[in-house]
């Protein structure tokens, strides 16, 4: 039955919801990752599969104009940004392991819960959008979810700005697949600031490492005591 239906759906469709499953398998092995070196290299596959996500919805949907945004995410978040984090990991010498609040195992089943609530969540806005949408908005929602949790476990500098790009990814999937893409000034704006805020942060990470030798952020809490 669940066959028959799925293969009633367009391939566009199929393709979309491939995609957003590869989205969220890489959320989920961001979590289990505890080198900062592979939290980049996910994030360039998530940005991988945006890439993909967006020219099958260009192509099913003839907008054009979401070829350039696939194209913009190539270049933003396959290329530049995983080459600027790379750069940023080799200067500071943090490719070894990062620590984290909780335990890997913990994670995961923090991570599946926070999934079922993200399509709790979701589910009163799919039951009026379509047969593409109907899943992916849950998927979105979830791997913005993820991320954050990424951001809360990590106490590592890089880690978290690296989940703060994740949880742009998963907004920016709902954009693509929900939406049909965000107006090309609103997206350029964004990957610009996205841009300019991982050099700022590259800075911080510099001054965090010669006043502390080390990125992790529990050093800042004895700022409070000077």
Do not use: W
């Not at 940004?81 to 490719?95: A, D, F, M, N, S």
């Amino acid at each position: 039955m669940v066959g028959s239906v799925a293969a009633a759906l367009p391939l566009s469709t199929q393709l979309i919801h491939l995609f957003a499953a590869v989205l969220l398998l890489l959320s989920f092995a961001m979590l289990a990752q505890r080198r900062v070196v592979n939290l980049v290299n996910l994030f360039a596959g998530q940005g991988a599969a945006l890439v993909a996500c967006a020219v099958v919805v260009g192509y099913s949907t003839g907008q054009p104009e979401l070829y350039t945004s696939a194209a913009i995410t190539l270049v933003l978040k396959v290329l530049v940004l995983p080459y600027i984090l790379h750069k940023l990991i080799g200067r500071l010498q943090v490719e070894r392991d990062t620590e984290t609040l909780v335990n890997i195992p913990t994670m995961q089943i923090i991570g599946i819960l926070l999934v079922i609530f993200a399509f709790v969540l979701a589910q009163p806005i799919s039951q009026f959008a379509g047969a593409a949408t109907r899943s992916t908005l849950g998927i979105a929602l979830a791997v913005v979810f993820l991320a954050f949790l990424m951001m809360i476990v990590r106490r590592k500098a890089i880690a978290q700005v690296v989940g703060f790009l994740a949880m742009e990814n998963g907004l920016l999937f709902a954009a693509t697949s929900a939406t049909h893409g965000m107006p090309m000034v609103v997206e350029l704006g964004i990957g610009l600031d996205v841009l300019v805020g991982v050099f700022v942060l590259g800075i911080f990470f510099f001054q965090i490492r010669e006043q502390f030798d080390s990125l992790d952020l529990r050093h800042l809490e004895t700022l409070k005591d000077d």
